[in-house]
């Protein structure tokens, strides 16, 4: 498997040259620019955006759904890690060079790559994450995806992946979030509804009302005293 796509026929290095080739003729600042935002960048922001959902959710989820929503957000940066690592065995399976080591005239603009290719880490960990807060939030998760494309555009303009690298690494990241969805709640939410239970940790499920989770309570006397002397200042 290790010669996959080493003919300079193959669309896929075809395309890898065309892609790759926009590094070449963009200005050094724009070149450092892409190598930022496709190595750290774009996988920060999905992390960023399953905070930002977890923030909303803990803030406006009721009782009933906010456990369950929660756990759905655990599932997103567990899904990238189990990803990960089924990721391993493919790649030593595969053993597909980076194509730099076969093809020449490539712009790098990140160096120090020397484990095989196929499939892509990057891809794989930001459309799982990705593909994981969809299933939690439609809303999030389709700005999640809407970042996790260019991300692997970037690996293929940075020219450490082949095309295939990075459509392998979004279908793994997608498979894993999806298939494992079901599985992964059923162990989580559990979880998380112990966790809202807990007078410490609950903060972290569901945000407590004012008062202790109970709500401020006002006497009905001290209300009626207060309404009489709003009125004895309006007089």
Known sequence: MAGLAQSGSNPDVELLYDINGL????????DRLMEYVGEYGLPLA???????CWWTVRRRADAEEAAASVAAL?????????????NVPIRGFVERPRPFLDHQGLEVLVSGKTDYSFVSDHA????????????????????AIALALPAGFCRVYMGVHYPTDVIGGFALGTAVALLLSPPAMALLTPLTRAIERSPRAGG??????????KGEMIPRGRTETASASERDLAA
């Open 124 to 143: 794989t960990i930001t459309m799982a994450m990705a593909v994981g807060l969809f299933v939690a939030n439609r809303r999030f998760g389709l700005v």
């Open 204 to 213: 972290l499920i569901r945000r407590r009302p004012d008062g202790d989770g």
């Open 46 to 52: 999905v992390v960023l955006l399953v905070l930002w």
């Open 74 to 86: 655990i599932w997103a940066p567990l899904a990238a890690a189990v990803a990960v690592l089924v």
């Open 23 to 30: 590094a070449k003729a963009a200005p050094h600042w724009f």
